[in-house]
């Protein structure tokens, strides 16, 4: 049910929000732009709205301790991004590079031996239980239990 509801969402966003013609004027493509953007966020908002408040009358007295915890994580997350100066790759080539990198040395013996003689290899050693770490936290997640799956 609510994979039909989003899909209708999306096709009633999509259907008010369609372009009349397409111009090439830089200052008029912007300006039908942002209105079409401005469009789209308020119909989103008018329609999104009731499908929160019963989200929120669902979620009873956790709703409180459950926004807060979510500002303060939104509020942290910024503070990391601003201080390790993140940034999405600018482009897919810049992410297969790093890919590519990553397969080339995987695959090296010599890169191996480097490692192993220079004592980065502890560095290596440390990511590597942090990748798994992390996966595994995701599959208790999953799971939603910390041990086996509930088969009640």
């Known amino acids: 049910m609510a994979t039909t509801t989003i899909s209708a969402l999306m096709f009633r966003v999509a259907r008010q929000v369609r372009p009349s013609r397409v111009r090439f004027s830089s200052t008029s493509t912007q300006q039908r732009a942002q209105e079409s953007l401005t469009k789209a966020l308020e119909c989103a908002k008018k329609t999104l709205t009731p499908v929160g408040d019963r989200v929120g009358v669902l979620l009873g007295s ?7 915890n979510l ?3 939104r509020e942290l997350l910024k ?3 601003i201080a390790e100066n993140l940034a999405p790759p600018r482009s897919l080539s810049t992410v297969l590079d790093a890919y590519s990198t990553l ?6 013996a010599g890169y191996w031996r480097t490692i192993l003689s220079n004592g980065e290899w502890a560095r290596v050693g440390v990511y590597a239980v ?12 999953g799971r939603r239990s910390l041990v086996g799956y509930d088969l009640h």
């Open 71 to 73: 500002s303060v994580t």
């Open 130 to 141: 942090e990748a798994y770490g992390i996966f595994k936290i995701g599959e208790i997640l």
């Open 103 to 108: 397969w080339t040395r995987v695959r090296d």
């Open 62 to 68: 956790y709703r409180q301790p459950l926004l807060y």
């Open 79 to 81: 503070q990391i991004y």
